[in-house]
């Protein structure tokens, strides 16, 4: 069985910083895409980054320039370095692999709430 395995969600203050990881195993697939999706109280899940194990990445463009998403493929770990937080970045954010045969895999959620 495939396992996301997240961490570093937790509380900060308005400007401040969280880098969020998480681990894929179990995968008898490569792993094509890794990313990152997030549900902010009360509204739809919504894409925020993607990266491919080339290293191409693409955002949405309300963390453009303040998210970076990157990729350790021999550790099968994707990271989103999150600064200058906002509370609108409050959500639970969600990993996810893609794998090159079409399985698809999530992560079970970690909290990250911005207060004011």
């Known amino acids: 069985q495939v396992q996301l395995v997240e961490s570093g969600g937790g509380l900060v203050q308005t400007g401040e910083s969280l880098r969020l990881s998480c681990a894929a195993s179990?995968?008898?697939?490569?792993?094509?895409?890794m990313g990152w999706y997030r549900r902010p109280p009360g509204k739809q899940r919504e894409l925020v980054a993607t990266?491919?194990?080339?290293?191409?990445?693409i955002y949405t463009d309300s963390v453009k320039g303040r998210f970076t998403i990157s990729r350790d493929n021999t550790k099968n770990t994707v990271y989103l370095q999150m600064n200058s937080l906002q509370p609108e970045d409050t959500a639970v954010y969600f990993c996810?692999?893609?794998?090159?045969?079409?399985?698809?895999?999530w992560g079970q959620g970690t909290q990250v709430t911005v207060s004011s």
């Open positions: 990266i491919t194990s080339g290293g191409t990445a």
């Open positions: 179990g995968s008898r697939f490569s792993i094509n895409v």
């Open positions: 996810t692999a893609h794998t090159i045969v079409g399985y698809n895999y």
